[in-house]
């Protein structure tokens, strides 16, 4: 792939800026602010309903902030024209269904909408990035398939390719692993660390499960209740402290046998009772 | 492995380029074949039966003065009417089904019909108007009623299973005033009234063509501006939205058009039933191809409409059955086998 100039500044190029989060009265976060550092896999981690997916929806312009901005370079992300920002940041939400009887390599296209025009359709630039993206996600081989005919792991794998053809040096996926079994997980997971490690995009990701979150991501953000409780390396803030602050659970955090990150052990039925007797 | 054929790419030097499915340029080509040769087999029926050749020799003005007089000024407006009508309605159903990505999604399931027929009663039972107050009353009951679904329909944009059913809602409401407006009429305007409900295309002239043929001509290129939009919106808004797509100007725009189609296609020729629903349908599963099929929809409903009526010209006599009655009874039995079809695969 032609590198596309992902070209390093001193400034993060996404971030947030006191937003507050609604969908119409109700408040999901308010005065919220995160960064996204560049060149980094940022995982954002929370309990259900903590405003991890509704902050992904900001920070790619898909949710108006009733208060605050997002910056994008620098500038409000709404302000910019919506075709140069998806050329900048692309956005795999969890809602995306694959229209009836498309084939791979047609889905995959798709993600070219914003570098086409009505009098440019589809350029020689457009067939070989496509092909590239496919090649990177391994599922060149399956271009002429009809995506309904694939599977869980093989779809997600379909969708990435797409928001990879879209070229942006920031990539955003909103729980990107759901639905998928664990082998399939880590599958996915693997993917995401080889497209920040070799090609230097910035990818922020919502996952569920801690553990992945731990393993996989350089920068973390752990979210409470629309609020940012910790962030960091893993390593840095991932402790039983933490873990109990932000999902409520007792646990013991051990280094991850494999690749030395933290991993989380939640405490025995009988420890945790125990402990909700004590509380009442 | 199933396979599908890919589309091409005409590339120009100088940048533009162009991406065509053979497939569906295929089917356009043969479904507008198919309807230009019903419309010269419709022109050719009636009382006074015209062969196929003499029709066009007339429509190219070499004809004897009778058959002239009869082909273009008789039944040349009728037929054009039928086919504008069925390629709105057509392209109509495409839109609308598209956009609330639901086969369902149809301007007869969502009320659209109902509320122009609403119109064009008012207009004959309360003020006794005449052919063009009927389709003045038509367009704007259609128009009101299209603008009720999207603003009861909008919560922070129109989803998809939200538009079908408050449509469905609306349709229940306008069917009950209709009924009442019905019971209020006496015998002659609901005579009338009834003939004019089920959808014909008897006694259509050039009044009812230019009106249509200039809404097509406006609405037409703006659709397919927009259609490449609409392609995307079948991945979802947040994809959609993601990839630049201004989701909610693409609604509004594609939805007000369809509207506009729908409303100006059942003032023109009463609420012929089924064409929006079955046209974008019958299209997909002819061009295979993914997306809205706008073009091939259009064609399919040109094409449907008026071989629907010739069939019932040549089958019950000119003037017997009008033409909504054999599309609603074909679109009836078509809508019973998707109902079972859509719910075998789980998906209602």
Redesign the interface.
Known sequence: MSAPDFSRSTVNRLSAEHVTLA??QRVIAEQLSVEIPDHSFTVIVGPNACGKSTLL?AL???LKPSRGEVLLDGRDIRSLP??????T?????Q?????????V???VG??R??H?G???????ED?RVVQESMRQTGVAELA???VD?LSGGQRQRVWIAMALA?QTPLLLLDEPTTYLDIQHQIDVLDLCAELHETQGRTLVAVLHDLNHAARYATHLIALRGGEVIAEGAPEDIVTAALVERVFGLKCQVVEDPETGTPLVVPAARKARVQRVTAAS | ????S??R?V?VPG?????LDPRALVVVALLLLAALAAGVALIGTGDAHIPAADVLKALAGNGNAYQDFIVRELRLPRVLVGLLVGASLGLGGALFQSVS?NPLGSPDVLGLSQGATAGALVVIVLLSGGAAEVTLGALTGGLVTGLAIYLLAWK?GVQGYRLVLVGIGVSAVVTAVNGYLLTKADLVDAARAVVWMTGSLDGRDWDQVWPLLGLCAVLLPLVL?YG?GL??L??????A??????VQRVRLVLMVSAVLLTAAATAAAGPVGFVALTAPQLA?RLT????PNLVASLCMGAALLVTADWASQRVFGAGRLPVGVVTGVLGGGYLLWLLVTERRAGRI
């Open positions: 969908y119409d929806r790619s312009r898909m919506a075709k140069q920002v998806a050329r940041l692309g956005l795999l939400p809602s995306a269904v694959a229209p009836e009887g498309i084939t390599a047609d889905l798709r993600g909408y914003p086409q009505l009098l440019r359709q589809w350029s020689a067939e002429e398939r009809y005919e879209q | 492995m199933r396979t599908h890919r589309s790419a590339r940048g533009l380029s162009l991406r990505r922070q501006a490449r392609r995307m079948e991945m979802g808004d947040d994809t939205g993601a990839l630049g797509v201004p997909r295979r191809s993914p997306g």
